[in-house]
T-cell receptor
Framework: KAGVTQTPRYLIKTRGQQVTLSCSPI?????VSWYQQTPGQGLQFLFE???????NKGNFPGRFSGRQFSNSRSEMNVSTLELGDSALYLC??????????FGPGTRLLVL | SQQGEEDPQALSIQEGENATMNCRYK?????LQWYRQNSGRGLVHLIL?????REKHSGRLRVTLDTSKKSSSLLITASRAADTASYFC????????????FGTGTRLTIIP
């Protein structure tokens, strides 16, 4: 089975812009979670989607949003980018088990 | 928010030696998982231990869990250069909205 894929892998944006990141889970996995990793805050949970519904949400401002499509692919959107949004954004999928399978991440740089 | 802390923050050992990393967490959990990350890439799941388990093995990995102390340890035996990576513990709990809450990580360097 192919692993979790994320696109794009690298992205450079400027403050005030918005960005959309994409995640394709492992075939058959219906749960997709997103995490932000920064040197200062470490790994932090953004949100989880299951069957197109947001099931959990971390403590991030409303500028961070996501959605999941019927094929389980997920997107996350960050509007009005700030310098502090520069991070590695990781997507993970899971089936019925608690184990999460992570993608390689999208590295976002905000200038 | 971070569930807890790991120590040491960094660890350097000779190839062939054993490496032990510790994780402390704050709230009651359903399970605790350990992940490895190479150079800012994606995380790889290593092992999961449930709250009613005390010890688990997988190959060269041994994980212990002490729920009374809210702590876990990961032991890597007979380390190899390829084990060089950052290691994170992550907890899944009944409380809160977070899917997984990660620790601060331990940077492990294996010296050939």
């Amino acid at each position: 089975k192919a692993g979790v894929t994320q696109t794009p892998r690298y992205l450079i944006k400027t403050r005030g812009q918005q960005v959309t990141l994409s995640c394709s889970p492992i075939s058959g996995h219906r749960s997709v979670s997103w995490y932000q990793q920064t040197p200062g805050q470490g790994l932090q949970f953004l949100f989880e989607y299951f069957s197109e519904t947001q099931r959990n949400k971390g403590n991030f401002p409303g500028r961070f949003s996501g959605r999941q499509f019927s094929n389980s692919r997920s997107e996350m959107n960050v509007s009005t980018l700030e310098l502090g949004d520069s991070a590695l954004y990781l997507c993970a999928s899971s089936f019925l088990s608690e184990t999460q399978y992570f993608g390689p991440g999208t590295r976002l740089l905000v200038l | 928010s971070q569930q807890g802390e790991e120590d040491p923050q960094a660890l350097s050992i000779q190839e062939g030696e054993n490496a032990t990393m510790n994780c402390r967490y704050k709230t009651s959990i359903n399970n605790l998982q350990w992940y490895r990350q190479n150079s800012g890439r994606g995380l790889v799941h290593l092992i999961l231990i449930r709250s009613n388990e005390r010890e688990k093995h997988s190959g060269r990995l041994r994980v212990t869990l002490d729920t009374s102390k809210k702590s876990s340890s990961l032991l890597i035996t007979a380390s190899r250069a390829a084990d060089t990576a950052s290691y994170f513990c992550a907890t899944e709990s009944n409380f809160g909205n977070e899917k997984l809450t990660f620790g601060t990580g331990t940077r492990l360097t294996i010296i050939p």
